[in-house]
């Protein structure tokens, strides 16, 4: 029976609102010397996938152009053809809607996918627009 006084008499004292606001203050601070390095990577990740989403895709048109001579007409060619399992969403926009397809030198606009550009708006961190890549 003694161990449970013991035990009700801690629970009894609690915390004064000073020891509270000390403790939110401290971890007020570590939040906000965490969150912008999370944010930062956030960042950073949907930039590399959407490098690496290029990548593919660009890769993909190239085969496409080796194998059969021609360029596909759509995206969905590539996926229709296996040369890739789905177009990927851009992680800036997410969306896959968005891409933004170059037609062949010396082709209409439109005939015939050469390229692919990300239709995000504004720039990466390094201030070069998502455009550009």
């Known amino acids: 029976m003694g161990r449970y006084t013991v035990i009700g008499k801690l629970i009894g004292?609690?915390?004064?609102?000073?020891?509270?606001?000390?403790?939110?203050?401290?971890i007020a601070t570590l939040l906000s010397?965490?969150?912008?390095?999370?944010?930062r990577s956030v960042d950073d990740a949907r930039e590399a996938s959407?490098?690496?989403?290029?990548?593919?895709?660009?890769q993909a048109i190239d085969q496409f152009h080796?194998?059969?001579g021609i360029y596909p007409q759509?995206?969905?060619?590539l996926v229709e053809k296996r040369y890739l399992r789905s177009?990927?969403?851009?992680?800036?926009?997410?969306?896959?809607?968005?891409?933004q397809v170059l037609p062949a030198p010396g082709a209409e606009d439109g005939a015939a996918?050469?390229?692919?550009?990300?239709?995000?708006?504004?720039?990466?961190r390094?201030?070069?627009?998502?455009?550009?890549w």
């Open 50 to 58: 959407l490098k690496s989403s290029l990548s593919q895709m660009r």
């Open 13 to 26: 004292k609690g915390f004064t609102l000073i020891e509270l606001l000390v403790v939110m203050a401290i």
């Open 33 to 39: 010397i965490a969150a912008p390095r999370y944010l």
């Open 66 to 68: 080796a194998d059969r």
């Open 113 to 124: 996918v050469y390229d692919v550009r990300s239709g995000a708006p504004g720039a990466s």
């Open 126 to 132: 390094l201030g070069e627009p998502y455009g550009n």
């Open 87 to 99: 177009v990927p969403v851009d992680p800036i926009t997410e969306s896959a809607q968005t891409w």
């Open 74 to 77: 759509a995206l969905t060619d």
